[in-house]
């Protein structure tokens, strides 16, 4: 099964949003989310989020 377009975070498991209270990255993350549904070309498309887990 291909997932249809996915945004891979490099956060820990659990933490797919980043840090609680981070919420600058946050909203940052699902602009990326966002803007990867409006722009994919094709089925099973896969982007890298760039950002660093803020402790």
């Given at each position: 099964m291909n997932l249809p377009r996915t945004l891979i975070t490099?956060?820990?498991?659990?933490?797919?949003?980043?840090?609680?209270?981070?919420?600058?990255?946050?909203?940052?993350?699902?602009?990326?989310?966002?803007?990867?549904l409006e722009t994919a070309q094709s089925a099973?498309?896969?982007v890298d989020f760039t950002g660093q887990y803020r402790l």
């Open positions: 490099p956060f820990p498991m659990g933490r797919t949003l980043g840090a609680p209270g981070d919420v600058d990255t946050q909203m940052r993350l699902i602009k990326a989310a966002l803007n990867l099973g498309e896969m």
